[in-house]
Protein backbone atom coordinates (compact mmCIF):
# COMPACT_ATOMS: atom_id res chain seq x y z
CA UNK A 1 0.00 0.00 0.00
CA UNK A 2 1.00 3.31 -0.75
CA UNK A 3 0.43 6.16 1.19
CA UNK A 4 1.31 9.77 -0.49
CA UNK A 5 1.55 12.63 1.56
CA UNK A 6 1.93 15.91 -0.43
CA UNK A 7 1.37 19.67 0.62
CA UNK A 8 1.80 22.95 -1.27
CA UNK A 9 5.59 22.95 -1.22
CA UNK A 10 6.53 19.14 -1.33
CA UNK A 11 5.48 15.70 -2.05
CA UNK A 12 6.48 12.71 -0.16
CA UNK A 13 5.85 9.03 -1.15
CA UNK A 14 6.43 6.68 1.65
CA UNK A 15 5.29 2.64 1.36
CA UNK A 16 2.81 1.58 4.27
CA UNK A 17 1.59 -1.92 5.08
CA UNK A 18 -2.05 -2.11 5.25
CA UNK A 19 -2.24 -2.22 8.80
CA UNK A 20 0.05 0.35 9.53
CA UNK A 21 -2.03 2.11 6.77
CA UNK A 22 -5.25 1.27 8.51
CA UNK A 23 -3.99 2.87 12.55
CA UNK A 24 -3.15 6.26 10.43
CA UNK A 25 -6.74 6.08 9.30
CA UNK A 26 -8.29 5.22 12.76
CA UNK A 27 -5.96 7.70 14.54
CA UNK A 28 -7.42 10.50 11.99
CA UNK A 29 -11.25 9.27 12.15
CA UNK A 30 -11.58 8.57 15.79
CA UNK A 31 -13.51 6.13 17.85
CA UNK A 32 -17.32 5.94 16.96
CA UNK A 33 -17.37 8.42 14.15
CA UNK A 34 -19.75 9.05 12.28
CA UNK A 35 -19.66 9.16 8.14
CA UNK A 36 -21.44 10.24 5.43
CA UNK A 37 -22.28 7.47 3.43
CA UNK A 38 -22.94 8.19 0.05
CA UNK A 39 -24.28 5.52 -2.50
CA UNK A 40 -26.00 5.92 -5.90
CA UNK A 41 -29.72 4.61 -6.49
CA UNK A 42 -30.72 2.93 -9.75
CA UNK A 43 -31.19 6.97 -11.41
CA UNK A 44 -27.71 7.33 -10.63
CA UNK A 45 -28.74 10.04 -8.09
CA UNK A 46 -25.57 10.50 -4.85
CA UNK A 47 -27.46 10.20 -1.50
CA UNK A 48 -25.85 10.43 1.93
CA UNK A 49 -27.30 9.27 5.20
CA UNK A 50 -24.89 9.47 8.22
CA UNK A 51 -24.21 5.93 9.92
CA UNK A 52 -22.68 5.52 13.11
CA UNK A 53 -18.69 3.62 12.63
CA UNK A 54 -18.16 0.56 14.14
CA UNK A 55 -15.14 -0.54 13.36
CA UNK A 56 -12.40 -0.12 10.72
CA UNK A 57 -10.49 -3.32 11.17
CA UNK A 58 -6.30 -3.96 10.20
CA UNK A 59 -7.94 -5.49 6.91
CA UNK A 60 -9.60 -1.72 5.83
CA UNK A 61 -12.72 -2.95 6.05
CA UNK A 62 -15.12 -0.23 8.10
CA UNK A 63 -18.07 -1.76 9.41
CA UNK A 64 -21.74 0.08 10.35
CA UNK A 65 -25.08 -0.84 11.39
CA UNK A 66 -27.70 -0.59 8.63
CA UNK A 67 -31.50 -1.69 7.83
CA UNK A 68 -31.59 -4.25 5.62
CA UNK A 69 -34.82 -3.12 4.45
CA UNK A 70 -33.71 0.74 3.77
CA UNK A 71 -32.79 2.45 0.80
CA UNK A 72 -28.99 2.24 1.64
CA UNK A 73 -29.80 -1.49 0.58
CA UNK A 74 -31.38 -1.26 -2.52
CA UNK A 75 -28.67 1.26 -3.54
CA UNK A 76 -25.82 -0.98 -2.81
CA UNK A 77 -27.92 -3.92 -4.69
CA UNK A 78 -27.66 -1.62 -7.65
CA UNK A 79 -24.22 -0.38 -7.35
CA UNK A 80 -21.83 -1.34 -4.66
CA UNK A 81 -19.82 1.19 -5.29
CA UNK A 82 -19.83 4.06 -1.55
CA UNK A 83 -17.84 6.82 -0.11
CA UNK A 84 -17.74 7.62 3.48
CA UNK A 85 -16.90 10.79 4.87
CA UNK A 86 -15.83 12.01 8.27
CA UNK A 87 -14.95 15.64 9.26
CA UNK A 88 -13.97 17.40 12.25
CA UNK A 89 -13.74 20.93 12.03
CA UNK A 90 -12.32 20.71 15.84
CA UNK A 91 -8.95 19.42 15.40
CA UNK A 92 -8.87 20.05 11.51
CA UNK A 93 -9.28 16.53 10.16
CA UNK A 94 -11.24 15.48 6.93
CA UNK A 95 -10.85 12.13 5.69
CA UNK A 96 -12.91 10.65 2.71
CA UNK A 97 -13.08 6.57 1.62
CA UNK A 98 -13.94 4.59 -1.05
CA UNK A 99 -14.93 0.86 -2.05
CA UNK A 100 -17.27 -1.90 -2.25
CA UNK A 101 -20.32 -2.11 0.07
CA UNK A 102 -22.22 -5.29 0.76
CA UNK A 103 -24.88 -6.15 3.74
CA UNK A 104 -23.02 -8.86 5.67
CA UNK A 105 -25.21 -11.38 8.27
CA UNK A 106 -22.76 -12.36 10.68
CA UNK A 107 -24.54 -12.36 14.48
CA UNK A 108 -21.16 -13.56 16.07
CA UNK A 109 -20.24 -10.07 14.86
CA UNK A 110 -23.32 -8.42 15.17
CA UNK A 111 -23.13 -9.08 18.70
CA UNK A 112 -19.40 -7.95 19.49
CA UNK A 113 -20.01 -4.24 17.07
CA UNK A 114 -23.06 -3.97 19.16
CA UNK A 115 -23.50 0.16 20.24
CA UNK A 116 -26.54 1.44 22.48
CA UNK A 117 -26.26 4.49 20.34
CA UNK A 118 -28.22 2.45 17.89
CA UNK A 119 -31.17 1.04 19.65
CA UNK A 120 -33.49 3.55 18.37
CA UNK A 121 -33.29 2.57 15.18
CA UNK A 122 -32.94 -0.96 16.09
CA UNK A 123 -35.52 -1.44 19.18
CA UNK A 124 -34.86 -4.62 19.59
CA UNK A 125 -31.21 -4.64 19.88
CA UNK A 126 -28.21 -6.73 18.30
CA UNK A 127 -31.39 -9.96 17.78
CA UNK A 128 -33.84 -6.93 15.58
CA UNK A 129 -34.50 -9.22 11.97
CA UNK A 130 -33.55 -5.87 10.08
CA UNK A 131 -30.38 -5.31 11.61
CA UNK A 132 -27.97 -6.35 8.93
CA UNK A 133 -23.98 -4.88 9.36
CA UNK A 134 -22.78 -2.82 5.87
CA UNK A 135 -19.67 -3.65 4.86
CA UNK A 136 -17.04 -1.64 3.23
CA UNK A 137 -13.75 -2.93 1.63
CA UNK A 138 -11.86 0.32 1.08
CA UNK A 139 -9.71 0.51 -1.44
CA UNK A 140 -8.70 4.05 -1.49
CA UNK A 141 -8.52 6.71 1.24
CA UNK A 142 -7.67 10.59 1.05
CA UNK A 143 -7.17 12.41 3.99
CA UNK A 144 -6.45 16.25 5.36
CA UNK A 145 -5.10 17.11 8.72
CA UNK A 146 -4.79 20.76 9.18
CA UNK A 147 -3.80 19.76 12.90
CA UNK A 148 0.22 18.87 11.14
CA UNK A 149 -0.09 22.60 10.03
CA UNK A 150 -0.82 23.91 13.60
CA UNK A 151 2.19 22.28 14.55
CA UNK A 152 4.86 24.14 12.30
CA UNK A 153 2.22 27.21 11.67
CA UNK A 154 5.29 30.11 12.07
CA UNK A 155 7.07 28.53 9.75
CA UNK A 156 4.23 27.65 7.35
CA UNK A 157 3.24 31.03 7.48
CA UNK A 158 6.42 32.35 6.83
CA UNK A 159 7.61 30.41 3.86
CA UNK A 160 4.04 30.80 2.76
CA UNK A 161 4.84 34.70 2.67
CA UNK A 162 7.84 34.52 1.08
CA UNK A 163 6.17 32.29 -1.50
CA UNK A 164 3.16 34.29 -1.82
CA UNK A 165 1.56 30.72 -1.74
CA UNK A 166 -1.08 29.80 1.26
CA UNK A 167 -0.12 25.94 2.80
CA UNK A 168 -3.56 24.94 3.78
CA UNK A 169 -2.85 21.31 4.97
CA UNK A 170 -1.28 17.89 5.24
CA UNK A 171 -2.92 16.27 2.50
CA UNK A 172 -2.03 12.55 1.56
CA UNK A 173 -3.74 9.82 -0.61
CA UNK A 174 -3.51 5.85 0.22
CA UNK A 175 -4.44 3.12 -1.78
CA UNK A 176 -5.45 0.02 0.77
CA UNK A 177 -5.58 -2.80 -1.60
CA UNK A 178 -3.57 -3.77 -4.76
CA UNK A 179 -5.04 -4.76 -7.99
CA UNK A 180 -8.54 -4.79 -8.76
CA UNK A 181 -11.11 -4.44 -5.47
CA UNK A 182 -13.22 -7.44 -4.90
CA UNK A 183 -16.85 -6.81 -3.79
CA UNK A 184 -18.10 -10.39 -4.10
Partial sequence: ??????????????????????????????????????????????????????????????????????????????????SATYGDAHRGIYVSLSGYARLVYDPDRIFSLWDERIETWFTQGPLDPRLALLR?????????????RRRVRLLALAQAALKREPRVAEHGRMKLRTGAATHA
Fill in 1 to 82: MTEIASSDTDDVSRELEPRDAAARLRSLIGKGSVAMVTATDRRFMPASRPLLTQQLDDDGVLWFFAPSDGSLALDIDCNPRV
Fill in 136 to 148: VDVDHAEYWDESA
